[in-house]
């Protein structure tokens, strides 16, 4: 099997569901490996660290995407994703970024450890109530309400609103994935167009009635200077920051909690002692990322790995692959929290770093020890079914039984410090 084949196997999918052995498969070309004339995979971590930080390698913004897929801009989906910060280079991606960033500052997500951990409380005792006597869905009601409870306060949305996006998200994220069918696209083109509606709505209600959250901030840099932020650019951050803000946490709380059922020693070890989940939850990032895929293309000629990347080139940065390669992480296939250095790629790195990243390591840190200690007799009811998607790696469904949980520990103090949930 070529690196094309294996390329091809990836993306099936039997591929999509486990993607591990083919991320092997392609290791033994190299760290970065061509698989068809100017496409380029990378399985390595020290390659896939530096490209990310390569300002010669760009997303595929609205000029190069102009280049090669006209029409693209009768798609919602993809229309809808272009204009936000996640599809756009420098200087537009510096200028949008700034705008948010404030919001998800090491302080502001510190501030919010008190009502996270009470969320996640209040969703552990109804699942309580749900689950005394059937299996649930953890993903239904924890890993999904948990990330989106969070996003929606920062963003000002209703509570009685959060139930409607989690199928617009399902939907509008199949545009990221790397091969994409128009039947798959239709789908997709349907959840942008509701979540841009929804958007155009809240905005004006924000206009009407400014309040203190994110939706108001932006509204307000918009109608005060276009310059700094137009419509179209309003409206696809406000989405995109809602997609991003709870999907890869919901998958970060499914695939970490499948990891510890599986690991139940590890998961031992985090019930007594939850002052370690900050390196439980890296090496959750590392062993089983939520986000597996990048892409990027080259502006100019790069050499990396040993292999010339001319200019004009499409590179596939295999992120999940590159968080267990064997040069940086002894052991890969082993779940191990303590490891001397991790630093996964899971969120990226260099100027399209996630600006929600801490948010979502924050939520996770103080979740899952949470869970583990409230919930003594968690368990798998079954095999949870995996959904086919490689870019947002997750369950579609994860079914639980839960035993009666442990009362609230009111004994933490509200200003403990990350890891001591």
């Known amino acids: 099997m070529d690196a094309a084949e294996a390329l091809t196997l990836l993306l099936s999918p039997q591929g999509r569901i486990d993607p591990y052995p083919t991320y092997e498969r392609l290791r033994a070309y190299g760290p970065v490996a061509e698989a068809a004339p100017m496409f380029y995979l990378v399985t390595g971590y020290a390659e896939a660290d530096e490209l990310l930080r390569d300002p010669r390698l760009a997303v595929m913004d609205d000029a190069i995407r102009d ?171 406000l989405v995109v920051l809602l997609v991003a803000g709870f999907e890869t946490t919901t998958n970060l709380l499914g695939n970490g909690l499948v990891v510890l059922l599986d690991h139940p020693r590890e998961a031992d070890v985090l019930r007594g002692h939850p002052e370690h989940a900050p390196a439980y939850v890296e090496e959750l990032l590392r062993y089983d990322s939520p986000v597996q895929l990048t892409s990027r293309l080259s502006t100019a000629a790069v050499r990396c790995g040993g292999v010339e990347l001319p200019a004009g080139s499409s590179v596939l940065l295999l992120l999940g692959a590159a968080n267990r390669d064997p040069r940086r992480f002894p052991a890969p296939e082993r779940f191990d929290p303590w490891r001397a250095q991790s630093h996964p790629l899971s969120f990226g790195a260099g100027p399209h770093y996630c600006v929600g990243a801490g948010l979502a390591r924050l939520e996770a840190q103080i979740a899952v020890p949470r869970l583990l200690r409230r919930l003594p007799e968690l368990a798998l009811a079954g095999r949870p079914r995996r959904r086919t998607r490689l870019t947002l790696r997750g369950y579609d469904t994860l079914p639980v039984t839960l035993g009666t949980p442990a009362p609230v520990d009111r004994g933490t103090p509200a200003g403990a410090r990350p890891g001591t949930p």
């Open 67 to 237: 280049s090669v897929w006209p029409g693209w801009r009768d798609s919602p989906a993809i229309a809808s994703i272009s204009r936000s910060m996640l599809r756009t280079n420098p200087p537009d991606h510096s200028r949008m970024r700034r705008l948010v960033a404030g919001a998800f500052s090491p302080r502001r997500i510190a501030g919010m450890r008190d009502v996270v951990a009470a969320q996640a409380d209040e969703l552990i005792d109804a699942m309580g109530e749900r689950g005394r006597d059937a299996p649930v869905d953890f993903l239904a009601d924890f890993a999904y309400p948990l990330p989106v409870a969070v996003i929606c306060a920062l963003l000002g949305v209703p509570a009685a609103d959060r139930p409607l996006f989690r199928r617009w998200a399902t939907d509008l994220t199949g545009v990221l994935e790397p091969e994409i069918t128009p039947e798959e696209l239709a789908v997709a083109d349907r959840g942008a167009a509701e979540l841009r509606a929804y958007f155009t709505e809240l905005v004006q209600a924000r206009r009407r009635a400014p309040a203190d959250d994110l939706t108001t901030a932006l509204v307000q840099v918009h109608d005060s200077d276009g310059g700094r932020l137009s419509g179209d650019e309003l409206l696809a951050n």
